[in-house]
């Protein structure tokens, strides 16, 4: 099966039940957003700017444990932000899996190693010899040190008391990756991120944690690539993939013009665009673990029409219930109820190829459409049986023919993004090292975090002295 059994049938029963009481609006998926914090500033990302005034806020955790009763759908996206620097994660983690909940914890990669470091330093124990295998394989790999196997081997009684995030069949780490190394580094802003995405998969998989990535297509992006990274991330034995189109939202839109002195139609997919870019995603959906319904697939490969039901994936964050939904934001809400019952979601969607909000007219996203495709909104005859043949059926072998993709096409080979404006710099009398610390160091200020806290760098949308290398990046391009 694409998802394990106990998922499937909890998700299918919560659908029946809400059918069976003809409940008019429930919620499938809440977006978890604890904080908006990112130690990233990835290129595209609304998030990061739309929330700039309050990245210093983060949600309570009984505040999000509420959030998830409130709204009761049986899977939590945790996103942000990045929510592994949220400080309680482990603590919401445990918490959303005694409320018995599927989670997923969106995450850009890089503090998940260090995570699953705390997680090998609570269970391990020398006269288990499974533990001392796990390190022996992780050391092989080159996925942790010499320097964190001794300290995981001695681990003091507080990390073994510690609250740690445990591989489960109810949690999958979900991680953020755009495409191949050049690619993604390039979305990310930062050089080195696809190295430890792959690097933060590889542990898990050894460790027994289920994980499935993320991608976000761009008007950028090439078909071919989405496919030999499918290729790649599958011969790694992800569990699954989630892909969506992006969406020219306001906050990115604005930035995208003064940042980087692009247009957003440059950048974002319009509804034709889409199209012809998820033109294969029923053939992937084949070959890959892609979840969703073969239905949204439809709909976004141009076989047919859906109607938003972004109340079936709402967003708790530090101001509350966004509406109308993860993208646009018209007003926050208190509770989940009183948001249902307030907006007008009629005035939103494409309806029969018209926008009711001109805002939505190029948006098909996962978060407004993957869930008319599992309620039936839009139902054509076959729709159950195709849903139900996909995600009962069985799941698409690891397709180790992804071997062979040159996944590292990047700063592995030289060929970074950011080594003509470090050839700059070095011509000016400086390192990158020196630059890339001095950044870090700014944002750390900036923030408040403490530098053990994150281990590695904390984003807050100010990207001044990044924009610098990029620039001078552009400038080289254009050369
Ligand atoms: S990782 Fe990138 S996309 Fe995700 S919240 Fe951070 S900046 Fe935004
Ligand atoms: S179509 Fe739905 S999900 Fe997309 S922007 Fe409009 S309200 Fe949001």
């Not at 995405?197 to 460790?207: E, P, T």
Request: with cysteine; charged share 25%; net charge positive.
């Amino acid at each position: 099966m694409r998802f394990p059994l106990a998922l499937t049938a909890k998700i299918a029963r919560h659908i029946i039940k809400h059918k069976l009481r003809r409940t008019p609006k429930f919620a499938l998926v809440l977006q978890l957003e604890p904080l908006h914090t990112c130690n990233l500033t990835c290129t595209g990302c609304g998030r990061i700017r739309e929330y700039s005034t309050s990245l210093k806020d983060m949600v309570p955790l009984e505040n999000c444990l509420q959030a998830a009763m409130d709204c009761d759908a049986p899977m939590v996206s945790i996103c942000g932000g990045e929510p592994l620097i949220y400080p309680k994660i482990e603590e919401l983690v445990a918490g959303l899996l005694e409320q018995k909940r599927i989670i997923y914890i969106c995450t850009n990669g890089m503090f998940m190693r260090k995570k699953m470091r705390d997680y090998l330093a609570a269970i391990y124990h020398s006269s288990n010899p499974s533990h001392e295998s796990y390190l022996t394989r992780l050391l092989a790999g080159n996925l942790i040190t010499e320097k964190e196997a001794e300290a995981i081997r001695h681990a003091d009684a507080a990390a073994h008391s510690k609250v740690v995030i445990r591989p489960t069949q109810w949690m999958y780490w979900n991680v953020h990756v755009d495409g191949l190394e050049f690619t993604h580094d390039l979305i990310v802003e930062r050089e080195g991120v696809f190295k430890e995405c792959v690097a933060a998969i590889k542990m898990a998989k050894i460790l027994g944690f289920q994980t499935a990535t993320n991608t976000t297509v761009y008007k950028e992006t090439e078909v071919q690539e989405l496919e030999d990274m499918f290729g790649f991330l599958s011969s790694l034995n992800v569990d699954g993939h989630t892909i969506s189109p992006g969406y020219e939202y306001d906050a990115a839109k604005k930035d995208m013009v003064k940042r980087l002195g692009r247009q957003p139609e440059d950048f974002f997919l319009t509804r034709k665009m889409t199209r012809q870019k998820f033109a294969k995603i029923q053939e992937w959906g084949e070959k890959f673990t892609i979840f969703g319904t073969p239905v949204y697939q439809e709909f976004l490969a141009g076989k047919r029409e859906l109607t938003c039901t972004a109340w079936a994936i709402p967003t708790y964050n530090v101001k509350g219930w966004k509406a109308p939904c993860y993208l646009m934001t018209d007003g926050h809400y208190d509770g989940y109820q009183e948001m249902l019952a307030k907006v007008q979601w009629d005035k939103y969607g494409v309806v029969d190829g018209v926008a009711r909000d001109p805002r939505c007219e190029n948006c098909m996203v996962h978060c407004g459409y993957d869930p008319s495709g599992a309620l039936g909104t839009n139902y054509q005859r076959g729709d159950n049986w195709k849903n139900f043949k996909y995600n009962f059926g069985a799941k698409p072998k690891p397709y180790y023919a992804g071997r062979n993709v040159q996944a590292f096409n990047g700063v592995s080979i030289g060929k970074g993004h950011l080594a003509p404006a470090a050839a700059a710099l070095k011509s000016a009398g400086l390192t990158q090292e020196g630059a890339d610390s001095e950044f870090y160091i700014r944002q750390m200020q900036q923030t408040g975090a403490s530098l053990n806290h994150v281990n590695g760098g904390c984003g807050n949308g100010d990207t001044s002295q990044r924009d610098e290398l990029l620039a001078k990046i552009g400038a080289n391009k254009d050369a």
